[in-house]
């Protein structure tokens, strides 16, 4: 079965400091990995996706993901934090079938402080 | 923002009551996805619709089900509701067959039932 593991509930970062939101999965075959970001009272936003190609994938607002297969990891990172950047944020793992299914973790909140 | 609208934004309803929720993919996306988000959660995938028919399901009973129209608009129909059915209904499109993958979600309806 497939599944997504975000095993920090918060993640509490200085402004102007870098982050990181850890992000492990299980799938059978190869993955497509996403990662989306959810404000208060909001629908999700699509920041990156992970399909094939290079292990450092970039996306919106400044974000970047590092794939690692050994490790079955796709953790989000971004080099300077903002205090915008505050806000939900969830891996999704796609099964890679054709219902495109997605299979979100539990979600990390970021804090980040001025 | 994405082109991804749902309707209404808030809505709630009796226990035993049914819910029509609806979604209208953005522009060129021809398959929608509808997902639950309980409070504290991750989306939890309910099913897929791709040209008009349902293209994959979650574990959600048959009380859980949808519609999708020839402009690849889409409703969620719940039946005989529950006091768990309360959550954030997403609704996401996409476009199979492009290679894209990626879901793009909607704001989301606000269900409680009482």
């Known amino acids: 079965a497939q599944s997504v593991a975000q095993p920090e509930d918060q993640v509490n970062v200085a402004e102007g400091n870098p982050l990181t939101v850890k992000c492990t999965y299980s799938v059978s075959g190869n993955p497509y990995l996403f990662w989306y970001v959810q404000y208060p009272n909001r629908g999700l936003q699509f920041l990156l996706k992970?399909?094939?190609?290079?292990?450092l994938v970039k996306g919106s607002y400044g974000f970047e993901a590092e794939f690692n297969k050994s490790q079955t990891s796709f953790h989000l990172k971004k080099p300077s934090a903002l205090v915008s950047d505050s806000a939900l944020y969830f891996c999704a793992v796609s099964a890679h079938s054709n219902t495109g299914k997605l299979i979100f973790g539990q979600g990390t909140t970021l804090q980040v402080k001025p | 923002e994405t082109g991804v609208t749902q309707s209404p934004t808030h809505l709630i309803k009796t226990r035993g009551q049914q819910v029509t929720l609806r979604c209208s993919s953005q522009s060129g996306h021809n398959t929608v996805s509808w997902y639950q988000q309980a409070l504290g959660q991750g989306p939890q995938f309910i099913f897929q619709y791709y040209r008009e028919e349902e293209n994959g399901r979650g574990n959600f009973p048959p009380r859980f089900s949808g519609l999708q129209f020839p402009n690849y608009s889409s409703e969620l129909n719940v039946n005989a509701l529950e006091l768990d059915d309360s959550a954030l209904y997403l609704c996401?499109?996409?476009?199979?067959?492009?290679?894209?993958?990626?879901?793009?979600f909607g704001p989301g309806t606000r269900l409680t039932v009482t």
């Open positions: 996401a499109s996409s476009q199979a067959g492009q290679g894209e993958y990626e879901q793009y």
């Open positions: 992970y399909i094939t190609g290079d292990n």
